[in-house]
């Protein structure tokens, strides 16, 4: 028998929308009551809640969840992530704070906040290996696998290799540090070791790594690393082919062709621009800095690649086709690489503000590339399941209640690249954000004194 629910008297109402059942597949005319920062319940009975939303002609969705971004605790970062519509980021990618970690468990945060550990950019540097191009000793690997072990105690979500980045990594580093995810059974994502032309073949390493250990494997940014020179699908079938065989590997794309990155790291080695294609040096927008908005010359590239490593340029060399290549696979996922580099307002990629809507509103409505209620999956319960976070991800009983209301109509990303207009110009669509019962955002109006999101750890409610 259905329990009676209008009788009750909950925190927060949402009434009138169409939920997105992402776990049925089914989109349901039903009101859900949220209690203590938790769905109670999913009913077509009336009910009350000390705070109403009408939610009448709009979606009501899961929260999504960017797996993938480098916000590590930046307010402004989470600021355009809630605005598109994300409730929980994964981070970790590039670096570790410690007392930035303390203050997000003891203040909270505009949107819930975990973390992985680098085991480039935190595990090399705890053992004192600066030079990312050096192989690690068997001393030194110890000390990481040790390291890395403690991580996973205190509950990080697995263990990034951004290997591109950092050339030195060997495959004994690889598999040792690989082994410990296993151990906790957590996922080993991989950024590969060469893109463009050579990502196929960059396959071979991260494949091994799976067969020997039996770690889950993810491979991030597809579309920056295959997605260009026609490479996507060659990674695609060979990702297939290794599911098929019994690996278990899953990857992310972003919803923008072109990559943004640190004009001083490996990417732009010798002979960089053989890998895509035959690029060229205007094919290079500055996106942060004093030159920010310029095209590269080749004097240009070469006075930042010595006097200003940090400064992010914007490659052009992806292709619009590999997203959508990509958004075909069932086992590839959308995150959006937010924030990475130096990161303040209107700088940088317009993935930190526009990735979720250019997916629901470009790809799924307009170009009708995917399904809505695939690509609200890709977003919500996939990466979910995936990355353990085992309370999130849907709108069930039980579950916390991290929940997005959108215009499947209006909804659609207004951010571009810096040549062309505002990075974190804001999204269309988006009514109100629900962060863990508390309403974030509000018709576009982020609600910066609410610090609604928590320190999320892997296997921990």
Known sequence: MEEHWSDERFDLAVTGGTVIDVVGGRYLRANVGIREGKIVCVTEQDIRGAR?????GYLVSPGFIDFESHVDGDAYAAQCILRQGGTTTLGGIRRLNGKLIRKIAEEGFLINQGFFVSQAF???DAVGIKNPYAPASPREIGAMVDLAARFMECGAFGICFPLELAPGVTRKELLAISQVAKDYDRVVSVHLRK?????????DEVFEVAAKTGAKLHLLELTYMAGMCGAMPAVLDAMEQARHSGIDITGSSQMYPHFTVCIGTGVFDGGWEKGY????YSDLLVSSGIHAGERCTQELFFHLRKERPSTLVTAFVGEEAAVRQALEKDF???????????FYPSNGAPEVAGTFPRLLGRYARDLGCISLMEAVRKITILP???FQLEDRGSIEPGKRADIVIFDEKTILDRADFMDRGRPDEPPLGIHCVVVNGTVALEEGIVRSDVKAGRLLFCGKM
């Open 277 to 280: 294609g035959g690029a060229d």
């Open 195 to 203: 893109d463009g032309r050579e990502s196929v073949a960059a396959l």
């Open 52 to 56: 109403q939303i009408d939610a009448a």
């Open 332 to 342: 590839v996922f959308i995150s959006t690489n937010a924030a990475d580099g130096p």
């Open 384 to 386: 979910a399941r995936r």
């Open 122 to 124: 935190v595990l090399r």
